[in-house]
């Protein structure tokens, strides 16, 4: 009898992976080694446009002579359309055979519009009309969470991104759970509707990596990586005892603890093709961690070092309007802002 992977053996205990990509030749072996679901964003779709020229270019030509009169923005937007169908089309044999509640590929709105609730809401109908399984990703920001709320009610499953802590992710799931029941009441069935909740588990590290170099703070680097354990933790504490209906999403992968401190929770693990054939060939014992405390002493550090921590870890360390302007938010858009006129400019250089 053939060896299950280490990636086989993460679905095996309840926790769902996804391949943090739409790539295609990725998705395609993520597939067959149990993945149920991917995600993208404009910054994924461009570099799997730099890792496949060969596919990608011709296409890019295709679609600027097809539309003589578009503008480098709508260019981008045809092909993240193009790439993101034929991405949920390799998902679609997950959707159908699990009756809806898998197999979704997320596409994100444009950051652009992060303060825009109804743009977000307009294009987020846009995208979810472009497959049967796909989920529409905004940002856990204030216009974000009122765009989700509002997809919800419409009967679209939604995905939070830009999202770091345990403030944002509570509020999201509220505001989700407002939507379904409205969607409810306007007599839409919500049995398909899969709402997800991103943390950034690698992105909240980031931000107290990046606090302790600028504050001299005196602690051991690698510790810091326990923070976000801690955090999507206790966010998943209170997802169960509230009974959310959406799903926590772990994402932005920097060390082996991201995946396996979370494995065996009802939990969705997003990882890019290159951590998650890492996990496969690593030998680490797939073993359920995610009711395993993080270490009292380690927590009980990070709430004395570092302020940011406990706003990211407290259920009331934040408010609603304070989520804009956090560190990992403010680097967080910065990239997806700079990605995004990178995405443009190549297109450019194409057109003229």
């Not at 937007?77 to 679609?92: E, H, S, T």
């Not at 939070?160 to 799931?173: D, I, L």
């Not at 999507?232 to 992968?253: D, G, M, V």
């Amino acid at each position: 009898m053939t060896q299950k992977s280490i990636m086989q053996q993460t679905a095996e205990f309840g926790s769902d992976w996804w391949n943090d990509s739409n790539d295609h030749l990725e998705l395609q072996h993520a597939y067959k080694e149990g993945a149920v679901g991917a995600t993208s964003n404009p910054v994924i779709t461009l570099n799997s446009v730099k890792s496949h020229p060969n596919i990608w270019i011709p296409e890019i030509d295709e679609i600027i002579i097809k539309n003589p009169t578009a503008s480098e923005d709508e260019i981008v937007w045809v092909l993240i359309d193009k790439v993101g169908i034929k991405a949920a089309n390799i998902l679609l044999p997950v959707y159908k055979n699990t009756n809806g509640q898998k197999g979704k590929l997320s596409l994100q709105v444009s950051p652009k519009y992060y303060r825009n609730a109804d743009a977000m809401v307009e294009q987020g109908k846009y995208l979810a009309s472009l497959a049967t399984n796909i989920a529409v990703k905004c940002p856990a920001l204030p216009a974000g969470i009122m765009a989700m709320e509002e997809l919800t009610a419409m009967g679209v499953s939604v995905n939070a991104t830009v999202s770091f802590t345990v403030p944002q992710a509570v509020q999201v799931a509220e505001a989700i759970e407002r939507g379904l029941a409205k969607a409810e009441k306007d007599g839409i069935n919500t049995e398909n509707i899969t709402p997800y909740i991103t943390i950034m588990v690698g992105r909240i590290d980031d931000h107290l990596k990046r606090q302790q170099k600028e504050h001299n703070i005196d602690f051991d680097p690698d510790l810091i990586n326990w923070a976000s354990i801690a955090i999507f933790k206790n966010a998943y504490s209170i997802f169960k005892k509230k009974a959310y209906k959406s799903k926590l999403l772990a994402a932005a992968f920097r060390c082996d603890l991201h995946w396996k401190e979370i494995v065996g929770g009802d939990v969705i693990i997003s990882m890019p093709y290159e951590w998650w054939n890492r996990f496969n060939e690593s030998g680490i014992e797939v073993i359920e961690r995610i009711n395993n405390p993080v270490d009292p002493e380690i927590v009980r550090a990070l709430k004395e070092k570092f302020v940011d921590f406990n706003r990211a870890y407290n259920e009331d360390g934040m408010t609603v309007d304070e989520f804009e302007s956090f560190g990992a938010t403010i680097h967080t858009m910065n990239t997806f802002f700079d990605g995004y006129d990178e995405f443009v400019k190549l297109i450019r250089r194409r057109m003229i």
